[in-house]
């Protein structure tokens, strides 16, 4: 965890949140490069466009500087546009699911802890969303990668009671509590996942996940409930805030 210092930083990030603040202030959730998320103050945000300009907007990979305080929220002194991402503004499904991506990696980070493989996945998501024509793949993609950077990656090779190794190929019952497959002999697990399934999600979870070809429609189910199911369980569910 970085310590408090009254030094500037500046660091590239991708904009996670910002919320209205006062009558010209921001409250911005940053994940930055240098020091993971970081929540900040960014005072006049609404009416500085010298400072701000459009940096305090989602989709853009921004290079920010800011100071560390006393308090729980840094002090944004400038945000500028580093990299656009012009082709994930051309969808309404693009543009959602940078969205989604987003929030969960909100979610998933710790505060103030550097996790730059996690930083690299989001700007890889935020090129790979503006190339796909699917980009309800990429998501889903992209949530298998994120979990298992954060060390939440289920467990799809053997049961996690026994330590039995599932065959490739086969189905199996995935118990989120757990995070892992369970044999039924052990109690098995609400969700059933096919071995097509399991190697998509295995795929997703590595360096090639935005390559990742294959799902239909069975398999994009499997995933999604298995993976809602485990963010569920390890995470909670998201609390719902007044932003813009």
């Known amino acids: 965890m970085s310590a408090p210092s009254r030094q500037e930083e500046r660091s590239d990030a991708f904009l996670l949140r910002a919320i209205d603040y006062r009558d010209a202030d921001k409250i911005v959730t940053l994940l930055t490069e240098e020091h993971g998320k970081v929540g900040a103050l ?39 546009v580093r990299e656009a991402y012009p082709g994930l503004l051309t969808s309404l499904g693009r543009i959602q699911a940078a969205g989604r991506g987003l929030e969960l990696v909100r979610r998933l980070c710790p505060e103030r802890e550097p996790m730059p493989r996690l930083f690299e996945a ?27 950077l954060v060390g939440l990656a289920p467990g799809l090779d053997a049961c996690g009671v026994s330590g039995a190794p599932c065959p490739p190929g086969q189905a199996a019952l995935f118990d989120p509590e757990r995070g892992t497959i369970v044999a039924r002999a052990h109690g098995g697990g609400p969700l059933l996942v096919s071995g097509p399934t399991r190697a998509l999600l295995k795929q997703a979870m590595g360096e090639g996940w935005t390559e990742l070809e294959g799902w239909d429609d069975r398999a994009r189910k499997q995933a999604d409930d298995l993976l809602l199911a485990l963010l569920r369980a390890h995470v909670g569910e998201p609390r719902a805030r007044r932003e813009r």
């Open 122 to 148: 989001v700007a890889r998501y935020h090129a790979a969303l503006a190339a796909s024509e699917n980009p309800d793949d990429v998501a889903l993609a992209f949530r298998a990668r994120a979990l298992a």
């Open 42 to 80: 960014a005072r006049g945000a609404r009416r500085s466009r010298k400072r701000f300009g459009g940096g305090l907007e989602p989709c853009h990979r921004l290079a920010v500087s800011f100071t560390f305080g006393r308090g729980e929220l840094a002090t944004l002194k400038e945000a500028r």
